[in-house]
T-cell receptor, first 114, second 112 residues
Framework: DVKVTQSSRYLVKRTGEKVFLECVQD?????MFWYRQDPGLGLRLIYF???????EKGDIPEGYSVSREKKERFSLILESASTNQTSMYLC?????????????FGSGTQLSVL | GDSVTQMEGPVTLSEEAFLTINCTYT??????LFWYVQYPGEGLQLLLK?????DKGSNKGFEATYRKETTSFHLEKGSVQVSDSAVYFC???????????FGAGTRLTVKP
């Protein structure tokens, strides 16, 4: 089975901590994405990457950064966590091009910032 | 920018009822349109898609038709089951881009 794996299902951090959320896919996909999911707001795109070492800002990049040193791994970094970053974080991957638009999602990381 | 708007939930139906979840979009060019579903405790998964005007996507008894004239992609099912209880997300992929934009999600609960 193809897989997108997020390193933690639940995380609890304190305000001001640096937080790393890791995502690994085993499908050799070029595209990888980070979303956050909040009630009533749906999924909002934070960052995405088309290739190794490439990144693009999504709709809500403020307070976040990303790293893509290897094709299979896409990390989301909260430089200084704040309580308004408490959310469910979803990683996804896909292949580019017409006919390959399907996103494969991980199970999500529920982050609580206290 | 490109975006989708879907009807707010939650939606509660009895088993075998007819389901419609509305979705409209704003986009330049010709986006691809999707419905994703998230069952309790699981990640999102693709339910169906349509890549051009008048295309109909279908899967598991669900259908949605890409209507350019009304910029809509409404999800329908003729007879829902308890196992259809989930959150449904309408999504759009812009024509010249690889990212995906999602609606707010609609929670469906089907009661026996």
């Amino acid at each position: 089975d193809v897989k997108v794996t997020q390193s933690s299902r639940y995380l609890v951090k304190r305000t001001g901590e640096k937080v790393f959320l890791e995502c690994v896919q085993d499908m050799d996909h070029e595209n990888m994405f980070w979303y956050r999911q909040d009630p009533g707001l749906g999924l909002r795109l934070i960052y995405f990457s088309y290739d190794v070492k490439m990144k693009e800002k999504g709709d809500i990049p403020e307070g976040y950064s990303v790293s893509r040193e290897k094709k299979e791994r896409f990390s989301l970094i909260l430089e200084s966590a704040s309580t308004n970053q408490t959310s469910m974080y979803l990683c996804a991957s896909s292949s580019p091009g017409q006919g390959n638009e399907k996103l494969f999602f991980g199970s999500g990381t529920q982050l609580s910032v206290l | 920018g490109d975006s989708v708007t879907q009807m707010e939930g939650p939606v509660t139906l009895s088993e075998e009822a007819f389901l419609t979840i509305n979705c409209t979009y704003t986009a330049t060019g010709y986006p691809s349109l999707f419905w994703y579903v998230q069952y309790p405790g699981e990640g999102l998964q693709l339910l169906l898609k349509a890549t051009k005007a008048d295309d109909k996507g279908s899967n598991k008894g669900f259908e949605a038709t890409y209507r350019k004239e009304t910029t809509s992609f409404h999800l329908e099912k003729g007879s829902v089951q308890v196992s259809d209880s989930a959150v449904y997300f309408c999504a759009l992929r812009p024509y010249n881009n690889n990212d995906m934009r999602f609606g707010a999600g609609t929670r469906l609960t089907v009661k026996p």
